[in-house]
């Protein structure tokens, strides 16, 4: 099977750290009662939804850097505070567009072995896949967080990759 390019991958943290922007613009401007309440999503809130995009992705960046993110449950608030939970946000879009540039060919084609924080079976996968797995989780979770953000009343604006500001 043919890798695919590393070009794909930086695309993809350019895509997550611009989207991520965005949400949280807009979450900023919904009252902190409202971020936190339950509205039956699967982490059932827009504060627990980005907690969770924060936790998968210092899950998912720990086994990739070789410095393991540990965390007692999936789905734990990491940050209860907005602001911190931002600003940890930004400086992991950061981490994740630098990391991104950094990918080589011989690593993503090299087999990644991983504790599951979800099952505890350890899996052993090309790297490539658990990479283009992170940047998956990222637009499912942000899918749900645009319904929520809509149920409240609030704009979002696009999410389309084609809108990404360099293509514009």
Not at 151 to 159: D, F, P, R
Request: with cysteine.
């Amino acid at each position: 099977m043919e890798m695919i390019n590393k070009t794909q991958f930086e695309l993809m943290a350019r895509y997550n750290q611009w989207m991520n922007s965005n949400l949280y613009e807009v979450c900023a401007d919904i009252p902190d009662e409202d971020r936190k309440k339950d509205l039956g999503a699967f982490f059932e809130s827009i504060h627990g939804t980005l907690n969770h995009l924060l936790y998968g992705d210092k899950a998912w960046m720990g086994r990739f850097t070789s410095n393991p993110f540990h965390c007692e449950v999936i789905g734990q608030q990491l940050y209860d505070n907005f602001e911190d939970l931002r600003q940890e946000r930004i400086e992991v879009d950061r981490q994740i567009l630098l990391w991104s540039m950094r990918l080589d060919s011989e690593w993503l084609s090299s087999k990644c072995e991983y504790k599951s924080n979800v099952d505890g079976k350890t899996r052993v996968i090309p790297s490539w896949v658990l990479v283009t797995h992170m940047f998956n989780h990222q637009t499912h979770h942000r899918g749900q967080l645009t319904t929520l953000i809509n149920q409240l009343g609030y704009n979002y604006g696009t999410t389309d990759l084609p809108w990404l500001p360099e293509f514009n």
